[in-house]
Nanobody, 125 residues
Framework: QVQLVESGGGLVQPGGSLRLSCAAS????????MGWYRQAPGKQRELVAT???????NYTDSVKGRFTISRDNAKNTVYLQMNSLKPEDTAVYYCNADRRPYYSGRDYYTAQNYWGQGTQVTVSS
């Protein structure tokens, strides 16, 4: 069974830092695009940061310059380093693994999409 397990959330003061981790049990981790999303009470889930299987990153404007997404394919893990945290960053953060169908030589990789259970991040004084 495929599993994505987030960790590293917690309560932090404004201006503080946290590093979230997402450990994936998926086979062929390197074939997936990875991302972090968040959802605050009463709001829709939004994209925070993504990294394609090729290493291209994308961030929502509100976190640019403060957050950094990275991945370690050898450890099947994706990270989100969050600095200069603000109260508006408070939300449940979800890890996502997404794959578009594609061929690599004679290998064919099917479309897949998985979500973790989420980890709470609270920024408050």
């Amino acid at each position: 069974q495929v599993q994505l397990v987030e960790s590293g959330g917690g309560l932090v003061q404004p201006g503080g830092s946290l590093r979230l981790s997402c450990a994936a049990s998926v086979i062929n981790f390197s074939t997936y695009n990875m991302g972090w999303y968040r959802q605050a009470p009463g709001k829709q889930r939004e994209l925070v940061a993504t990294m394609t299987r090729g290493g291209v990153t994308n961030y929502t404007d509100s976190v640019k310059g403060r957050f950094t997404i990275s991945r370690d394919n050898a450890k099947n893990t994706v990270y989100l380093q969050m600095n200069s945290l603000k109260p508006e960053d408070t939300a449940v953060y979800y890890c996502n693994a997404d794959r578009r169908p594609y061929y690599s030589g004679r290998d064919y990789y099917t479309a897949q999409n998985y979500w973790g259970q989420g980890t709470q991040v609270t920024v408050s004084s």
